[in-house]
């Protein structure tokens, strides 16, 4: 295979690059291209545009493929837990069981958020959405932890990663709690990640606490799927924003306020929305997926299509069978996931989805298991951010240490050229 490209334009010749990834990935590296030839290249949506070079996530839209630092998604959400996929993730290798007490006692001694967090959660209003509120609190951390804002060293990193993979999930229980008006919770040290998370959301005031192991599974499944996912539009922010070296837990609140958009992980929302709407209309999925058809109708079927998968999502696929296997466990009958199921086998049927190679994404089932599990609709996609929060933290660490400059995107200006200022009187 040929290692570089050449561009001819005008009476140039200019040879460019061609790097290959580990998986025999090319791309044509236009470093020198502005110098070279005085072009930019123009992308929007970046659709073929690599941002980086990341030895993170791997995944083939394609053949459905996703892996973390080489493991199978399946395998993983099969038998890892999720504090062991967030240290491979952030770290590059699976942890042993030393390195594994290590990093949970470490994040444990972390778990503790500064009181004065509350007055803040206090003076949100009870219907605030609480993305907007978990993305707040997280910028707030920054002024409670002034010390994880100037990391300059790999020590520095790590103090600032436990503390954030500590705190993070007491912002997003109590921000749960506040919108139910429950009393906040402050975990238990003694129970291991997932279950802790468990007791400080559905944790009630007058009774003790016991893990329920079918909804544990579950939600470890849950976060290990949504764990990282390479370059989205949420995890790009998180670098970006992190290039200007603004701060760990700043950079993760811009990527939460990213992740927010329902054409991102707020679609897990919307697609519960969606089903709703389609049940207490009557439950004519026919309808619908003529909405979804129609150019002149704004409405999408949320919880299909990808901007890289074009074949299936793997998450979906695990997603699916998990939401089928919970519901049986908890013993509850959801009339949406037949809505769910007799959309999907309409759209797989379709030709407008067919030849668009629009499948089901991630967030089509994953908000029915959530509702299984008593977590109230509007949460869903902070649940989808507690499971990234290891894949942003990740990608953050990775950008920091590869020393990769500020980011800053050229244009092309196509705006009013020089022209003269008009007094207002003739204007
Ligand atoms: N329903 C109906 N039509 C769709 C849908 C959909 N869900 N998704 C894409 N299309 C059509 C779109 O109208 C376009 O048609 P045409 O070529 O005739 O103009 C074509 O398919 C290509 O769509 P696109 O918007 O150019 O594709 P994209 O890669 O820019 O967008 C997407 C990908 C995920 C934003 C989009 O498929 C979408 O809006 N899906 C619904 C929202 C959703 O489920 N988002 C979650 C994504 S997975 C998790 C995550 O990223 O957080």
């Known amino acids: 295979m040929s290692t570089k490209a050449t561009l001819n334009y005008n009476d140039l010749s200019i040879d460019l690059p061609v790097i290959t990834g580990s998986e025999n ?33 791997f995944l083939d839209g394609d053949k459905g493929i996703l892996r973390y630092r080489g493991y199978s998604i ?63 609190l997280t910028s707030a951390l920054t002024a409670f932890n002034p010390s994880s804002v100037n990391v300059n060293s790999e020590a ?24 139910q008006g429950l009393p906040i919770d402050y975990g238990d040290k003694n129970l291991d990640y997932v279950g802790n998370i468990m007791k400080m959301m559905f944790g009630q005031p007058n009774e003790g606490f016991k893990v329920n192991p079918a909804v544990k599974e579950a939600l470890n499944k849950l976060l290990i799927l949504h764990a990282d996912h390479e370059q989205n539009c949420s995890t790009s922010t998180v670098r970006i924003v992190g ?9 993760l609140s811009a990527g939460i306020s990213a992740l927010w958009g329902p054409l991102h992980g707020g679609a897990n929302q919307a697609v519960l929305e969606m089903l709703e709407a389609i049940r207490e209309d009557g439950g004519d999925t026919a309808k619908f ?3 979804a058809k129609d150019k002149n109708d704004p409405f999408r079927l949320m919880g299909f299509g990808h ?18 296997e919970v519901l049986e466990d908890l013993g509850i009958d959801d009339p949406v996931l037949d809505i769910a199921k007799s959309l999907e086998k309409e759209a797989l049927n379709d030709p407008y989805f067919v030849d668009r190679k629009l499948y089901p994404n991630v967030d089509f089932y994953s908000g029915i298991i959530y509702r299984s599990l008593g977590i109230p609709v509007q949460m869903f996609t902070v649940m989808f951010a507690l499971g990234r929060l290891p894949g942003w933290i990740a990608q953050w660490r990775e950008m920091r240490l590869g020393k990769e400059p500020i980011g800053r995107p050229r244009q092309i200006y196509t705006g009013a050229t020089l022209r003269s200022y008009v007094d207002i009187s003739h204007r």
């Not at 520095?156 to 919108?179: C, E, H, S």
């Open 25 to 57: 990935e090319s791309a044509i590296d236009i470093a020198a291209l502005r110098s070279g030839a005085n072009l930019v290249t123009i992308d929007p949506g970046f659709k073929n545009t690599g941002s980086c070079e990341s030895a993170i996530t």
């Open 243 to 251: 290039s200007s070296h603004a701060g760990l837990f700043a950079s």
């Open 307 to 324: 901007r890289v998968y074009k074949n299936f999502d793997p998450r979906a696929r695990i997603i699916k069978k998990a939401a089928d």
């Open 289 to 291: 997926m003529m909405k």
């Open 74 to 136: 399946e395998e993983l959400a099969e038998k890892a837990s999720f504090l062991e996929v967030a240290y491979l993730l952030i770290f590059g290798e699976l942890p042993n069981t030393e390195q594994l007490e290590v990093f949970e006692n470490d994040i444990k001694s972390n778990s503790v958020v500064d009181e004065d967090i509350k007055k803040i959660i206090d003076a949100f209003p009870k219907a605030a959405h609480p993305m907007g509120v978990l993305a707040s």
């Open 156 to 179: 520095d990193m790590y103090k600032a990663i436990v503390k954030i993979m500590g705190k993070f999930p007491v912002l997003v229980a109590w921000t749960m709690r506040k919108t």
